[in-house]
Every structure is written in structure tokens, then in C-alpha cells.
């Protein structure tokens, strides 16, 4: 995408796409802005009504990364009905449906092709005050990093496909994909978060090395206060690890510096692929037990995991 502009010449565009933030953010008015994202993938639970929930909730999380409030939300679909026949897309599309009320919102249309390959996820709008707006961005030296749900979903999914995942891992990993990240964002919404995205794709380390680059910072990790699911480690000593985590390894390689004496295993998970993950924030140390407090009487478990620091910009020591 390096040939694309990056940078829109209109004052309204607060958030577009030059730090690869979690959504795209546009003022209407001094006290309104639109808050505007998208996601989609293939299965990655046998169940239809499950993986339409999952899809829905790692959509949704985006706005919730955000600071913001969902407003309204569209289907997008690819399916196979010919072959796989309209009862399975129906169940995928109640469970999305019954993840985004959830929300406290609704699916108000969208959009469907034929495809081998079933799809779905949503594109979805939401709602911020322009002044209240959590960017990937804003980090500052000697904030601590504050991770909301356990890694391991990547490795976990990769397992469930191939019939190897304990069901009590399984059972964990779906449990954390359906939570929607809005209880984390209303605790972060309480203090003065200076930085936050959540953790899908690029893995926790892959979403450290953009918030630390566009902040300007470096970042350390603590391995041994990151959260695992259940039987992550052992998973991934097993080689179920999903090709976006081989790839993410491979992206961070010249990015991070690792400890010798760190696992194999915990180095996979640092890098795992997300579905629907937690938030990651950096917060000052003066807010710190505020946040943790605010995410504790919401019932989630916040970990902080290590720290920004003064260094090369997007670099990363794992310790």
C-alpha cells in the first residue's frame, strides 16, 4: 500500500490510516466524531452460531479500542449456500446479531456473495467526543502497559482445527473471544490513558511495535507477567501454531530482542495471532492502581506487562 497517500489534506480526518490504527475517526461537529471500522475472517470453531458471535465481538472491538461507543453495524458475508445450504449461514448470522445486541446495538443490513470460502464479519460505526479519542499513538516514558485478556488464541484455534485442542483450552479461548472488550474500554475511559489498540492479528508484541513507533518510543516486556490461556505453551510446543503467528515471528524478528533463556514456546505466544483479544494501554504510573481498579470491579483481569521507555522507536526488549 506504500504507493497510496497516506495523509488526507482535511482538518475533519482525526484518525486515518498513516499509524495503522484500530479505525478511522472523522468530526462531524466540535463535540461529534464517526468512528468507522471493519473485520472479517473465515471459521475458526466447527460451531456456526459461535464463530458469527466471535466474528462480531472482534469487530466490534475496534471501536471499543477507540474510546468509543458502537452506534450501528452491517453484515458482511461470502458463503457457499449452494453447498453448505441457508440453515448454517442463518445460525452464523444469529450469533453476530446476538453478539452486536449484546452491545446494546443492531445489525441494520449488509452485504453477501457467493464464495467457497464462508466469511463474515461486520463493518461497524460508533460514536466519540473528538477530544476523548484513544489513538495507537500518545505514549510517553515510563508508561505502564496494561493487557486485558490472556494470550494464546492463534495457537488454541489452530488446535481446534485439528482436533487436538483439550477441551478445557478450548472452552477458555472461546470464552475470551466472545467477551467484548466494553467493560475494558468503559475502565479506560476512567483514567488518562495516553495510548491504546487492541491486541488481533500482529499478536501482542506486532501491536506494542506500532503504539511504541508512533509514539516515538521503545517498549519492554516482562514474559513472565503476560497471561496465558491454558495449555498455550504446551500447543505451541506441539507446533500448532497458525501461519499469521510464523509470519508475525518473522516480522518482529529485527524488531524485538529476546532473553536466551525465554522458551520457545512463550516466544510463539508473544507473537501469536489474535481473534478478538484484549486491550493494550499505556497508562502513567500515577493512574495505574486507578485502572487496574476500574478494570477489577468490571470483572477483568488487567496484567501490566512491561513499560514504555525513551530508545529506537518501536524496538522492543523482552525480559
Known amino acids: 500500500m506504500s504507493h497510496l497517500p497516506q495523509r488526507l489534506d482535511n482538518p475533519d480526518v482525526l484518525v486515518g490510516q498513516e499509524t495503522g490504527d484500530d479505525a478511522a475517526v472523522y468530526r462531524l461537529r466540535p463535540d461529534l466524531a464517526l468512528v468507522v471500522t471493519t473485520d472479517f475472517f473465515t471459521p475458526i470453531v466447527d460451531d456456526a452460531y459461535t464463530f458469527g458471535a466471535i466474528a462480531a465481538a472482534n469487530a466490534l472491538s475496534d471501536i471499543y479500542a477507540m474510546g468509543a461507543q458502537p452506534l450501528m453495524a452491517v453484515n458482511l458475508v461470502a458463503f457457499p449456500i449452494k453447498e453448505l445450504g441457508p440453515e448454517l449461514l442463518a445460525d452464523i448470522l444469529r450469533g453476530g446479531l446476538d453478539k452486536v445486541r ?54 488454541i484455534t489452530t488446535a481446534i482445527k485439528h482436533q487436538v485442542a483439550p477441551p478445557a483450552s478450548a472452552a477458555a479461548a472461546i470464552a475470551g473471544m466472545l467477551r467484548l472488550n466494553r467493560d475494558a474500554a468503559d475502565a479506560m475511559a476512567t483514567v488518562d490513558v495516553h495510548a491504546a489498540t487492541d491486541v488481533t492479528g500482529f499478536g501482542l508484541l506486532g501491536h506494542l511495535h506500532y503504539l511504541a513507533r508512533a509514539s516515538g518510543l521503545a517498549a519492554r516486556v516482562d514474559a513472565a507477567s503476560v497471561p496465558f490461556l491454558p495449555d498455550a505453551e504446551m500447543l505451541a510446543d506441539a507446533g500448532e501454531v497458525p501461519g499469521g503467528t510464523r509470519s508475525n515471528e518473522r516480522f518482529l524478528a529485527s524488531r524485538v530482542r529476546w532473553p536466551a533463556q ?58
Open 102 to 155: 449484546e452491545a446494546g446495538i443492531d445489525i441494520l443490513g449488509g452485504h453477501s456473495i457467493d464464495d467457497r470460502e464462508p466469511k463474515y464479519g461486520l463493518a461497524v460505526t460508533g460514536t466519540v467526543h473528538p477530544d476523548r479519542v484513544r489513538r495507537n499513538r500518545g505514549g510517553m516514558p515510563g508508561d505502564r502497559l496494561v493487557l486485558t485478556k490472556a494470550l494464546g488464541t492463534g495457537v
Open 262 to 319: 525465554l522458551p520457545a514456546a512463550r516466544q510463539v505466544l508473544l507473537c501469536d495471532a489474535q481473534t478478538s483479544g484484549g486491550l493494550l494501554m499505556a497508562v502513567p504510573e500515577n493512574d495505574l492502581e486507578a485502572l487496574l481498579a476500574a478494570l477489577e470491579v468490571r470483572n477483568v483481569a488487567g496484567s501490566v506487562v512491561g513499560e514504555l521507555s525513551e530508545g529506537t522507536a518501536g524496538s522492543i526488549l523482552v525480559i
